[in-house]
């Protein structure tokens, strides 16, 4: 159906790396999911290095609903 398609744009535009299989995903957020801090930052930090990444900043938080690690690139 039109969902998998929606989920896989969602996964892209939190810049999900290309070619790579999909990990956990957050059902609410649509993100990928980290088991702790450390892994998302250092995630984060790895895509800002990447010019193809195309990421100017990004923030790790703690999902409410999933209670994973997600990264955002939005400023809130
Ligand atoms: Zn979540």
């Given amino acids: 159906m039109g969902r998998?398609?929606?989920d896989y744009?969602?996964?892209w535009e939190s810049?999900?790396?290309a070619g790579e299989k999909p990990r956990k995903m957050c059902a609410v957020s649509g993100k990928r999911?980290?088991?702790n801090e450390g892994e998302a930052k250092a995630t984060a930090t790895h895509r800002l290095?990447?010019?193809e990444?195309?990421?100017k900043q990004l923030r790790v938080y703690r999902?409410?609903?999933c209670?994973?690690?997600h990264l955002t690139s939005k400023e809130q």
């Fill in 67 to 69: 209670n994973a690690w």
């Fill in 53 to 55: 990444a195309g990421a």
């Fill in 15 to 17: 810049g999900g790396e």
């Fill in 4 to 6: 998998r398609h929606r």
């Fill in 33 to 35: 999911m980290y088991a």
């Fill in 49 to 51: 290095r990447d010019p």
């Fill in 63 to 65: 999902c409410m609903y």
């Fill in 9 to 11: 744009k969602a996964e």
